[in-house]
Structures are given as C-alpha cells and as structure tokens.
Nanobody, 129 residues
C-alpha cells in the first residue's frame, strides 16, 4: 500500500508560480514511477508530467513544455512539480500518482493514467487572469 499526499496548491495570478509537492509513504519510494495529472471541471483527466525512479527520464505534456518541471528527492520520498508562467487554462485539481507495477518501456507507460496504481487526494490550483 502507498499513501500519497499533495500540497502546495492555491490561487495565483497569471504569470505567477507555484510548487506542488507530493509526499509518499508505505513502500520504497525510489522504486516508483511518479506522475502528475490534472482535471478541470467538465474535462477528462490530463497527463502533465512524469518521472522515472532515478529522475533520469522525464515526460511532459506539450501544454506545459518549458513552463513546468517535475523532480524528485528519493531521500525525502517526495516528488515536486514546479509550475512557472501559469495561465488561466492551468486551473485544475492536480493529482500525483505512483506506478508500482512493472511495465514495458515507452512513453505510453508514463503518460496514461490507467497504468498508475495509487493516487493522492488532489490539490486545487486556480490561476486568475
């Protein structure tokens, strides 16, 4: 069993920054793939970024390229999402997720929410124009 707790959401003006954190517990964190997803009202869950166990490989959605950065600190059992140059369309509930199960390599197994095994409760990010 894995528990994930997000923090760092809030209200920010367009152009501002936020850093989300996701603290994990329950199993050796360094073995997980970690991902961030978001869901806006009335929209489907959307992939944002993902990172492999070592932090050596990252994946990101085109919509956040150059603005958001995922990172992890295995010593602290925490994954981060640094969000810069925020836009109103970034407004959503942001979820972190952990993939425990082994999967083949390839971006599909990082970007598809269906392959993730555990989810946090979400944190609201609201960007005002």
């Amino acid at each position: 069993q894995v528990q994930l707790v997000e923090s760092g959401g809030g209200l920010v003006q367009a152009g501002g920054s936020l850093r989300l954190s996701c603290a994990a517990s329950g199993r050796p964190f360094s073995t997980y793939v970690m991902g961030w997803f978001r869901q806006a009202p009335g929209k489907v869950r959307e992939f944002v970024e993902a990172i492999n166990w070592s932090g050596g490989n990252t994946y990101y959605a085109d919509s956040v390229k150059g603005r958001f950065t995922i990172s992890r600190d295995n010593a602290k059992n925490t994954v981060y999402l640094q969000m810069n140059s925020l836009k109103p369309e970034d407004t959503a509930v942001y979820y972190c997720a952990a993939r425990i199960s082994p999967h083949p390599s390839g971006s599909y197994y990082y970007t598809n929410w269906r392959v993730y095994d555990y989810w946090g409760q979400g944190t609201q990010v609201t960007v005002s124009s």
